[in-house]
């Protein structure tokens, strides 16, 4: 996942993410997912779909919001927009993803999925408040306006700072471009270096070679994109304080500044001096191979400087500073020149315009040390083993359910399971006494139960596979069911949900077995039979569902309100259409997707299953807001006009009137329920940001 477009790599991050995209594609299915400002990029695209399995491009307009407390950073914020956590889920289940790389610490804030055994990986392309760091020490929040954008003063650099390590801590793996930026890292996280993964910098050493014919004596280079505002200051730096020095010495010496988004700032030097701008090129090896030496007097920033290992790769002598050579295991002196004073720099510069024999013995060293050390292949080999080393280390309790060689069965029965207790047990009992042509499995996904309903499972023969609690999603947890399943057919079961009859599973399937084009069977939900066990209006039905929007649902979809409390589905329907990211309503949107692309659902009456809730008046509203939200993340509003047009409906209060004569009427949710339901649906539809627990 990347925050910026990486084609055509005309910046740092590009330039790595696509290099390393091309060599894991050989071993690792890639889904890629980038931010872009328009609808779409066909030439990023066309560039990008030959390495990855697919590509999606998610349509970013940045903002900034207030926040309350002071907490989040400016560039963090930018990311935090609509749709994309729901985007990265959807991606997250329905493409099986095993491993999660969030690009850039900003997007260090989207590693949270909520798909269970997904492992996240941060690629710390520099340590961000390390270099923030920098850029307030050599003071360019004074000297460039663009720099406040993400905040300047010592409390901006204190959120970066929170926000960075937060992150950092909560991935699995980190992915830092040297060893020095790994050590400086640990040094700030809890576990100290235990997940840090150094992936280095690199460059392609078959396409950056030395050149066949001699090199200009006086040529420089200054090369950088300058939206990276360290390298608009390390040029201004090299305009005002060294050249100069340099001309003074070397009077025909000659500049070329190449590098994409020279603005007026960059462009303002061109023609004095000795000096060209170029501006974006095609192709930036022509410039290294011509050039007498690269020069790079960069003062602010972190990572590592893929322009120095070009250059290097080139055979391109090096004059640079501390930080500019950061994170490169070369020798000063040997395989390039650290100078980090303005007149130590323009005599290193200069030494090098003069010495011809300097110039070729550092050219050379140059390119032995990245042919050796900093070619993208042993960076793609490195990150691969990263991926290893995580996937190893994951728990496989879930392998274990199905021992390799056991036959296939008919049916996979899907139970999400949290503390079901007696209604749990209930349920698995009448599971297990279904009579039956069809082979079956229970599943039992559970968020964390109690060891005593953990012994029930295991009592009546049900495999369970644990996630967290944090990671219950009901779409998401349903679909690592269906993963697990061996069934043809998967059928879906709330843990209180309870068979009314024996051959409740029989009924359920044979549809999907029997009936050519049934996709899904939606069975039957009724209340317990014991009236002082039941809400007043129920939990399920047209009673409860009295609302427009219930109503519109059940019209549109031939009479059907899908539900998983009590549903069977074809397993290579369930294949090609997962339930993806959905903390509420997976069944809906399941419905709606299906639908749309030509399956048909049919309903099997006679496959009945108990199932009530007895609302108190705080699970009541909670359930109304909940699924007002629901209902707006499946498309459905619930309007103004809805509200006030069901608040009036005379069926439903003739019906509140016989249940106080008959003395049905025992709770206060009860009571005030024909109000409730349609203010508090309307203003989860309008206002709730999500799933009330």
């Known amino acids: 996942m990347c925050p910026y477009p990486i084609y055509p790599p005309n910046h740092g991050g590009g330039v790595r993410i696509y290099n390393l995209i091309k060599r894991l594609s050989r071993r690792c299915d890639i889904y890629l997912l980038i931010f872009i400002r328009e609808a779409d990029d066909p030439e990023q695209r066309r560039a990008l779909e030959p390495f990855v399995r697919k590509l999606y491009f998610h349509h970013w307009f940045p903002r900034g919001y207030h926040d309350r407390w002071g907490l989040e950073p400016k560039g963090a914020q930018l990311f935090d927009v609509p749709g994309a956590y729901a985007m ?17 610490t900003e997007l260090g804030q989207f590693g949270r999925p909520e798909y269970a055994r997904v492992k996240v990986v941060l690629s710390e392309i520099d340590i961000t408040f390390r270099s923030r760091a920098r850029r307030r020490k050599a003071g360019l929040n004074r000297r460039y306006a663009v720099n406040r ?41 809890p576990g100290g270096g235990r997940n840090i993964h150094v992936v280095p910098n690199a460059v392609d050493v078959d396409e950056f070679t030395p050149p066949a014919a001699p090199r200009s004596a006086t040529e420089l280079l200054f090369i950088g994109n300058f939206d990276h505002l360290p390298n608009q200051d390390a040029l201004d730096y090299l305009m005002t304080d060294i050249w100069p020095l340099v001309r003074r010495r070397v009077p025909d010496a000659a500049l070329k500044i190449v590098g994409a988004r020279a603005g007026e700032l960059v462009r303002r030097y061109d023609g004095r001096d000795g000096v060209s701008v170029i501006g974006e090129v095609a192709d930036t090896i022509p410039y290294y191979q011509q050039c007498a ?31 500019g050579a950061e ?13 980090d004073t303005t007149a130590e720099f323009a005599d290193a510069v ?50 274990s359910l199905i021992p390799a060689g056991e036959r296939e069965v008919d049916v996979s029965i899907v139970i999400p399971t949290l503390n079901g207790g007696a209604g749990l047990e209930e349920a698995l009992a009448a599971i ?20 005593s309903d953990l012994a029930a499972m295991e009592r009546h023969g049900a495999k369970v596979i644990g996630i967290r609690k944090s990671e219950f999603n009901h779409g998401l947890t349903r679909d690592l069911g269906a993963s697990h399943a061996r069934g043809r057919v998967v059928v879906f079961i709330n843990q209180d949900a309870v068979p009314a009859t024996e051959d409740w599973l029989e009924n359920i399937t044979a549809p999907l077995f029997e009936t050519p084009g049934c996709a899904a069977v939606q069975g039957a939900i009724s209340e317990v039979p014991e009236r002082e066990k039941r809400f007043y209006w129920d939990s399920c039905g047209h009673r409860f569902y009295f609302t427009r929007e219930s109503k519109r649902w059940i019209e549109r979809y031939f009479g059907i309100g899908f539900s998983t409390v009590n549903a069977a589905i074809r397993r290579d329907v369930w294949e090609r259409h997962p339930f993806g990211y959905a903390p509420i309503m997976e069944d809906k949107k399941w419905q709606r997707e299906v639908v749309a692309a030509g399956y048909g ?69 009860e009571f005030f329920f024909p109000w409730l339901r349609p203010l508090i649906v309307f203003r989860g539809n309008r206002w709730s940001r999500g799933v009330k627990l």
């Open 149 to 189: 954008n993400f905040g300047h003063s010592w409390t901006d650099l204190l959120r970066a700072f929170r926000f960075e390590l937060e992150v950092a801590a909560r991935a699995d793996q980190i992915h830092v471009m040297s060893e020095a930026d790994g050590s400086y890292l640990a040094r700030f996280l």
């Open 88 to 104: 990265i889920n959807e991606i997250l289940s329905r493409e099986r993803i095993d491993i999660l790389q969030l690009e850039y």
């Open 601 to 669: 659902i049919t309903i099997a009456l006679n496959a009945v299953v108990y199932h009530t809730h007895n609302y108190g008046m705080k699970s009541l509203l909670r359930r109304c807001e909940s699924e007002g939200f629901g209902w707006r993340t499946v498309g459905e509003t619930y309007s103004l006009r809805d509200m006030l047009l069901d608040l009036a409906q005379p069926r439903v209060y003739a019906d509140l009137l016989r249940g106080l004569v008959r003395g049905e009427i025992r709770s206060k949710a």
């Open 293 to 323: 030496a690269m020069i790079a007097p960069i003062r602010a920033g972190s990572g590592t400087r893929l322009k120095i290992l070009e250059a290097l790769a080139c055979g391109a002598p090096v004059v640079t500073t501390t930080i």
């Open 327 to 339: 994170g490169i295991e070369g020798v000063p002196g040997e395989h390039f020149m650290i100078r």
């Open 432 to 451: 297990r006494k279904q009579r039956t042509r069809r082979s079956y499995e229970i599943l039992c996904v559970d968020s964390g139960s109690a060891p």
């Open 350 to 399: 200069c030494a090098v315009l003069e010495d011809a024999a300097l110039r070729s013995r550092l050219g050379e060293a140059g390119r032995r040390l990245v042919e050796r050390r900093y070619s993208w292949e042993h960076s793609a080999d490195a990150a691969f083993a990263g991926y290893t080393e995580l996937l190893d280390s994951q728990p496989v309790e879930s392998e």
